[in-house]
């Protein structure tokens, strides 16, 4: 039997429970047609880089199977026609995974590091630097004496203004 990483992206509207009953109902179709699902990671509602059938955002599911391709065929065939399921992607592997897979690595170490909002951001805010003395550099002109550009004119009338 192949070995495949699945991951589907879920409807934003729908309960994590449901997303939970749209895996179980995959793992059975799985093992119906012969082949087992492992690790399932559900990665959690991330937002899209683009819309996809007018959702800003998914749930996201990777799932380790162990199937033949006709099981896999069967369980793509019914994400297709779930209107619940909005994208999936298939790859065959040589050998799963050990451990959580990149996505879940990721969360981990923001949780250690304490998350974004922690941060010590010290001296680089922009509302409170000093910028210092300018030193020996001359102040700026914004447009000089107006030599290079020849004489001023007076605006002109703007058209249905009073003459």
Not at 20 to 35: F, R, W
Not at 72 to 93: A, H, P, Y
Not at 138 to 143: I, T
Not at 153 to 160: F, W
Request: glycine residues 12%.
């Amino acid at each position: 039997m192949a070995l495949y990483e699945h991951v589907f992206l879920a409807r934003q509207d729908l309960s994590q429970q449901q997303v939970d009953a749209l895996v179980e109902q995959y793992k059975g179709v799985i093992s119906a047609n012969g082949g087992s699902v492992g690790r399932v990671e559900n990665w959690g509602l991330k937002s899209l880089t683009y819309r996809v059938n007018k959702n800003r955002k998914a749930y996201y599911t990777l799932m380790d199977i162990t199937c033949p391709p006709v099981a896999l065929n069967e369980m793509e065939r019914q994400m297709g026609l779930s209107e619940d399921v909005l994208r999936f992607l298939t790859i065959k592997v040589d050998a799963h995974e050990e451990g959580p897979s990149a996505m879940m690595q990721k969360r981990e170490e923001r949780s250690e590091r304490g998350g974004f909002g922690d941060r010590d951001r010290g001296p680089r805010s922009f509302g409170d630097r000093d910028r210092g003395d300018r030193g020996d550099r001359p102040p700026r002109s914004f447009g000089g004496d107006g030599a290079d550009r020849g004489p001023r004119r007076p605006r002109e009338a703007v058209e249905g203004g009073a003459e």
